[in-house]
């Protein structure tokens, strides 16, 4: 595999502890904090560990942000396994407090009624520049002091449909879009349904906060806002591959007391797979003057 996917699949396969616990490693993603979908990808698969069934639902919330610097641990509690669903309790822990919690449920797939919206029409995966080549583009927009941290590879490709040049926003519909998927295939020896669920986890939350930020002219990197997950649910409806193209198609419905909330669809082959909502803060604060 290529070497960010590999190390995609390294940080989102956990070292099981004792019955139950398991410890994850920390990368430094996107700050000073621990990235929200790595969290979210890590428990994700902790649970999945305790159950031979998919996901089908994730309910979360982030308590405290966390530190880049140390291992997560993750304690799952097997809440029920009943004939047709399963419900797993995980708790986060760092530096002895709990920085993260989840509810997440399992059920095998299953025929029944079948219905969805239709899917977006937006230009293919293939026509479109990806995230790095965007970079470069506006490279002369971008902060020495930050420069390195913003040009250097993320673990997945994105795609862009409607890029924004986050250090000059505008006002804008609070839509946004673009195609996502890791680097290379899965390997074979590694290829399991928790682990395309834990990936699309982790993908799941870049740029979904940021869509409710979009109508009012500002990106998470506005030195006037304050902004960070507050809680974040994720619904599985069909199969899928996170090493596929997948378009993620977001919007926002409301800002209000300093709080955004945005929703999310995960298209892939015609067929929405995924489905995903988050609230996150989003304050002005001021700004000292010289």
Same mark, same amino acid.
């Given at each position: 595999?290529?070497?960010?996917?590999?190390?995609?699949?390294?940080?989102?396969?956990?070292?099981?502890?004792?019955? *139950?616990? $398991?410890?994850?490693?920390?990368?430094?993603?996107?700050?000073?904090?621990?990235?929200?979908?790595?969290?979210?990808?890590?428990?994700?698969?902790?649970?999945?560990?305790? !159950?031979?069934?998919?996901?089908?639902?994730?309910?979360?919330?982030?308590?405290? @942000?966390?530190?880049?610097?140390?291992?997560?641990?993750?304690?799952?509690?097997?809440?029920?396994?009943?004939? =047709?669903?399963? =419900?797993?309790?995980?708790?986060?822990?760092?530096?002895?407090?709990?920085?993260?919690?989840?509810?997440?449920? $399992?059920?095998?797939?299953?025929?029944?009624? *079948?219905?969805?919206? =239709?899917?977006?029409? &937006?230009?293919?995966?293939?026509?479109?520049?990806?995230?790095?080549?965007?970079?470069?583009?506006?490279?002369?927009?971008?902060?020495?002091?930050?420069?390195?941290?913003?040009?250097?590879?993320?673990?997945?490709?994105?795609?862009?449909? *409607?890029?924004?040049?986050?250090?000059?926003?505008?006002?804008?519909?609070? +839509?946004?879009?673009? &195609?996502?998927?890791?680097?290379?295939?899965?390997?074979?020896?590694?290829?399991?349904?928790?682990?395309?669920?834990?990936?699309?986890? $982790?993908?799941?939350? $870049?740029?979904?906060? !940021? !869509?409710?930020?979009?109508?009012? @002219?500002? +990106?998470?990197?506005?030195?006037?806002?304050?902004?960070?997950?507050?809680?974040?649910?994720?619904?599985?409806?069909?199969?899928?591959?996170?090493?596929?193209?997948?378009? &993620?198609?977001?919007?926002? !419905?409301?800002?209000? +007391?300093?709080?955004?909330?945005?929703?999310?669809?995960?298209?892939? *082959? @015609?067929?929405?797979?995924? +489905?995903?909502?988050?609230?996150?803060?989003?304050?002005?604060?001021?700004?000292?003057?010289?």
């Amino acid at each position: 595999m290529n070497a960010l996917t590999q190390e995609l699949v390294e940080l989102l396969s956990l070292e099981k502890l004792e019955e *139950n616990i $398991f410890r994850g490693i920390s990368r430094n993603l996107v700050g000073k904090r621990v990235f929200g979908g790595q969290v979210l990808g890590q428990a994700l698969r902790a649970a999945s560990y305790t !159950t031979d069934r998919p996901a089908h639902s994730l309910h979360a919330y982030f308590l405290f @942000g966390g530190d880049v610097n140390a291992p997560i641990i993750y304690e799952v509690d097997r809440i029920r396994d009943g004939k =047709s669903f399963v =419900s797993r309790q995980v708790r986060a822990i760092q530096h002895g407090r709990t920085i993260f919690m989840c509810m997440v449920s $399992f059920a095998h797939q299953e025929e029944g009624l *079948n219905y969805q919206i =239709s899917e977006p029409e &937006y230009p293919p995966a293939e026509s479109l520049k990806n995230e790095a080549e965007l970079i470069k583009q506006m490279i002369e927009f971008i902060p020495e002091n930050v420069r390195a941290s913003f040009t250097r590879d993320r673990h997945v490709e994105i795609r862009p449909i *409607n890029p924004q040049n986050p250090f000059q926003p505008q006002p804008e519909a609070p +839509s946004y879009a673009h &195609y996502i998927r890791t680097h290379d295939r899965i390997a074979a020896e590694v290829d399991q349904i928790s682990l395309h669920q834990a990936i699309a986890a $982790f993908y799941s939350d $870049f740029t979904l906060m !940021t !869509t409710a930020l979009r109508p009012h @002219g500002l +990106s998470y990197i506005s030195p006037s806002l304050q902004c960070a997950s507050i809680d974040h649910a994720m619904y599985f409806h069909k199969p899928f591959r996170a090493d596929e193209w997948m378009l &993620y198609d977001m919007d926002a !419905t409301q800002s209000a +007391s300093s709080r955004g909330l945005n929703f999310g669809r995960m298209w892939q *082959n @015609g067929e929405l797979v995924c +489905s995903t909502t988050q609230e996150g803060l989003i304050r002005l604060r001021e700004i000292e003057t010289q």
